[in-house]
């Protein structure tokens, strides 16, 4: 594997720390993205300067979940939000009462959309803000 590629894939699947120091090493030239990824060590970064990276989230990462919230005994709400608080809370606002309970789910979790299979990852880049109502399910 090369560089490139786990860089890409720290993006795609958000791993904030392992983007920020594969970003901080290719700007110190100390690796480039064309060396496998066995030439990788995260050694030769300076960490406190990957912390200011991470903390000032210069590569733009908004970590944004997806969470099920149960209406009733049948009916359930996905919303994406940072965190279940935050997700009861629009809940409450937006329907006037609270959840009976609220999970986590995977954002790499599939659903059918239409007849199209998409996960909640690639479904969370449609929305520009959060919290959002990403859909609903019914058991009936």
């Known amino acids: 594997m090369l560089v490139k590629e786990l860089y890409q894939d720290s993006l795609h699947f958000e791993e904030s720390s392992l983007a920020h120091y594969i970003y901080y090493l290719l ?65 409450t606002k937006t329907y006037q009462q609270p959840p009976l309970n609220c999970h986590k789910y995977s954002l790499d979790y599939k659903l059918f959309r239409g007849k199209e299979v998409i996960s909640f990852r690639d479904m969370r880049r449609e929305y520009e803000s959060f919290p959002a109502v990403a859909g609903y399910y019914s058991k009936r």
Do not use: C, P
């Open 27 to 91: 700007a110190e030239q100390k690796v480039s993205l064309d060396d496998n990824v066995s030439n990788l060590n995260l050694d030769q970064a300076d960490h406190q300067k990957v912390a200011e990276l991470v903390q000032n989230n210069v590569l733009g990462f908004h970590k944004v979940g997806i969470y099920s919230l149960k209406m009733n005994r049948e009916d359930f709400v996905f919303i994406f939000a940072v965190s279940e608080q935050e997700a009861i809370q629009f809940y």
